[in-house]
């Protein structure tokens, strides 16, 4: 499996590194790469295909869900559906820390770039719903 990084941590530094900018769609999408990679490596028994299913169906909903956020019909429906991202990251956030728990992964190191990648994730539609909020709110005085 190749190598993963998380470009928040430049911004975090400062600027990104050039060529490079932040890209949720992108983030979303390689988190849910490695959600199928890490379910493909679970083993082939009883619980780790009910931990599987369950990680893989929540851990590659956010990156199609956010895509649904980008066709929002009104600023409520935006905020809505980037809350229904954050929700669909808590669940495999769980998942993952099973996982890890259990030791299920022979890539240890991959679980653990997902369940900090879920934790950033996590935080970013956190602000972007705060930020969401404001502007919808900024916006209804102005009407």
Not at 22 to 29: A, I, Q, S, V
Not at 38 to 47: G, K, M, Q
Not at 126 to 132: D, F, N
Request: charged share 35%.
């Amino acid at each position: 499996m190749k190598q993963r990084t998380s470009n928040l941590r430049e911004l975090r530094a400062g600027a990104p590194l050039p060529g490079r900018r932040f890209d949720l769609e992108e983030r979303l999408l390689e988190f849910a790469a490695a959600i199928i990679d890490l379910c493909e490596a679970l083993p082939r028994t009883r619980a780790g295909g009910h931990v599987g299913g369950q990680l893989l169906r929540s851990g590659t909903a956010p990156y199609a869900n956010h895509g649904e956020s980008e066709s929002a019909e009104s600023p409520d429906d935006f905020i809505h559906k980037l809350k229904i991202c954050l929700k669909e990251l808590r669940e495999p956030r769980r998942w993952l820390r099973l996982v890890e728990r259990k030791e299920w992964c022979s890539e240890m190191a991959d679980t653990k770039w997902a369940l900090a990648e879920a934790e950033e994730l996590i935080h970013v539609f956190v602000a972007s719903i705060r930020t969401a909020q404001r502007n919808r709110t900024r916006g209804e005085g102005r009407t």
